[in-house]
């Protein structure tokens, strides 16, 4: 049977795969293999800049040439060379070198550097450097922006919405009245402080040999500098030196940004779970799609399915960044095989959040309030300004006030008529008696308004 999305055995290289194919180019096995070759010749490289060893020549305008395409044109062809070469191997980093001195054998300029590639190098010193890149690129190029195409359509629904009046619903029950926009806003500001935690943190890497003491490097050359050479390798392949590792680079920085996710993450399934119920209340409406159909036998459905897929798969990827957070960072003594399997399923894991984010931002393009039938849930739960009429008697001394509205209102509805009956018969000053016989369930909203239009850019 042919690999094709129909015959692929995980849904996101099948059912999803055009919602996931931009993330092939970073976390592929064709794409490990190519950031593998770019760490590798990242190392090559210094090491033939470097004054203390002369045994690698410093390389020619063309030989430099050479090499960067080697890394920047690694293609499929390429990919089916290491893996023959694995076959024999067995062991695919050392297929990788293999590739490489295979291809520097073409350039007769590259003669004397061809056993220096991997020098004095563990796999962990590429593995590690190699799944950093493809988790930045991947992180920077394909989730956040995703990400970003969700937060600004809220964005404009909150504020679109910040004056719509809405029934709270607390503990599941009438509560104090706020706007819709309001509480998209309360999403959107939750989204932007995991967004800026998430951009914010540093990817590390080490390339420091077997257990990072660099002990073949110092015992080949004792005059070299190697943790400057080192951080410089890894500042120049756009990452942040980690000095103090054993044969593994610890992972602490993935656990951090896989706990970012999982925020992020969570913070969308409650707001599906929200809007989900918004539709179900009848405040938001959903355009319907052309020849789309709801349910198979009922022709009137026009189910929130999007939200449904939303919450469903943020849920699978919060699963597996939960996993990978809390196995990565633990090796046995100076290093175990345990991560490596693991490592290879973050593309996993940034595939389901991947299409969960497109399912929601789908979702929100769909979605179509209706202020009428906001207004009638407003209009049936008038004892929801109780909260207001309580506090207005307890600034002016009236005895139990709370008891008071408690035995008016709780369990029980009512109406306006009975609520400006109870006002009437306060001993209040006349302006606080008319700001409250002025007060209704919609106009009731605090700050609300002010809060969702003020919304703060990142």
């Not at 695919?92 to 061809?114: H, S």
């Not at 100076?334 to 490592?343: I, N, P, Y």
């Not at 506090?391 to 006030?401: A, D, K, L, N, Q």
């Amino acid at each position: 049977m042919s690999l094709s999305p129909l015959t692929a055995v995980g849904p996101i290289d099948g059912r999803y795969a055009r919602h996931t194919e931009p993330l092939r180019a970073h976390f592929s096995e064709q794409a490990l293999m190519q950031a593998r070759v770019r760490v590798e010749i990242a190392w090559l490289r210094a090491l033939a800049a470097e004054p203390g060893i002369p045994e690698v020549p410093d390389l020619t305008p063309d030989a430099t040439d050479f090499l960067a395409r080697i890394a920047a044109e690694f293609a499929t062809a390429d990919a089916e060379r290491v893996k023959a070469i694995e076959a024999t191997t067995n062991h695919d980093v050392k297929a990788i070198e293999y590739f490489i001195k295979e291809r520097m054998t073409q350039n007769p300029a590259l003669a004397a550097q061809i056993e220096f590639v991997h020098f004095a190098c563990t796999s962990e010193d590429i593995n590690n450097l190699a799944y950093a890149l493809m988790v930045r690129e991947a992180r920077d190029g394909v989730l956040l922006p995703a990400i970003a195409e969700l937060v600004e359509p809220l964005t404009g629904l909150a504020q679109a919405l910040a004056a719509q009046p809405l029934l709270s619903r607390t503990h599941g029950q009438p509560a104090s009245p706020t706007t819709m926009g309001k509480e998209l806003a309360n999403v959107v500001t939750r989204l932007q402080r995991q967004l800026r935690q998430i951009e914010s943190l540093p990817v590390l890497g080490k390339i420091n040999g077997a257990v990072g003491n660099y002990n073949a490097h110092l015992v080949a050359y004792p005059e070299v500098d190697w943790p400057a050479l080192a951080t410089r390798v890894i500042k120049d392949l756009g990452l942040e030196p980690n000095p103090y590792t054993t044969q593994i680079e610890p992972h602490d920085y993935l656990a951090e940004l896989f706990h970012c996710l999982m925020r992020l993450n969570t913070v969308l399934i409650d707001a599906s779970r929200d809007i989900w119920g918004y539709i179900s209340a009848g405040y938001f409406r959903q355009r319907v799609v052309a020849g789309e159909v709801g349910s198979s036998t009922m022709p009137h459905k026009v189910n929130p399915i999007d939200f449904e897929n939303a919450e469903g798969n943020l849920g699978l990827a919060n699963a597996l960044f939960d996993h990978l957070a809390g196995k990565l960072p633990v090796s046995r003594f100076q290093r175990d095989l345990t991560d490596s399997t693991v490592l290879r399923n973050i593309g996993v894991a940034f595939a389901w959040s991947l299409i969960a984010y497109r399912s929601f931002r789908r979702g929100l393009g769909k979605l179509e309030a209706d202020p009428e039938r906001m207004q009638a849930d407003l209009d049936a739960n008038w004892e929801v300004v109780a909260e207001a009429v309580q506090t207005v008697m307890r600034r002016y001394g009236i005895e139990s006030p709370y008891e008071k509205l408690k035995e008016l209102t709780r369990g029980q509805r009512v109406s306006a008529e009975r609520l400006a009956a109870f006002i009437d018969g306060l001993e209040i000053p006349p302006e606080a008696r008319e700001r409250l016989r002025a007060l209704t369930p919609a106009g009731y909203v605090g700050l609300a308004r002010e809060l969702a239009e003020r919304l703060p850019e990142r």
